[in-house]
């Protein structure tokens, strides 16, 4: 498996995911099972099956957390001097030239994206466009409302 960009505020959430995953749920799993047990036959057990089942979801996502975390290349880019370059793990103000709506996102790894927080995926088509881009470039990214022109007005490495 190839290395997978990571931002170092993306990698201690996925590692407190898993320290919450070993330590908190997967106990209660156990104790869950151990309970369901203790009430019989486990052909009928409904209970039993269902702790089985969350235990199988929460072993998956441990294996996928320590999987990723292996293959990360965790990028802090507050180490980093401000080139103005869009690279991966930068913050970026674009200016919408169409609209004049002004719009600020990080650029992180495919786990960490969530657009609600304006964190986007390096391989969105926006960031894609992005990447390479300095301050005062202009830029036109295709999104599903056709080709978009931006003006990109800052880049931080925080």
């Known amino acids: 498996m190839s290395q997978i960009p990571m931002t170092v505020q993306g990698a201690e959430a996925l590692r407190l995911e898993l320290h919450e995953l070993k330590s908190v749920k997967r106990p209660i799993i156990i104790q869950a099972i151990a309970e369901a047990r203790a009430h019989g036959d486990l052909k009928e057990n409904a209970e039993y099956h269902a702790a089985r089942e969350q235990q199988g979801f929460c072993e998956g996502r ?37 609209t004049d709506e002004q719009v600020t996102y990080r650029i992180v ?6 657009i609600k927080n304006n964190l986007i995926s390096v391989n969105s088509p926006i960031a894609r466009g992005l990447i390479g881009k300095t301050t005062d470039d202009v830029v036109n990214i295709t999104t599903p409302k056709g080709v978009v022109e931006f003006e990109i007005t800052d880049v931080k490495y925080i």
Do not use: C, H, R, W
Not at 63 to 84: H, R, V, Y
Not at 109 to 114: H, K
């Open 109 to 114: 790894g495919d786990d960490e994206a969530d």
């Open 62 to 98: 441990i294996q996928d957390i320590e999987g990723k975390l292996s293959n990360a290349q965790i990028i802090d880019i507050s180490k980093m001097p401000n080139t103005g370059k869009v690279i991966f793990g930068s913050t970026v103000t674009i200016l919408n030239l169409d």
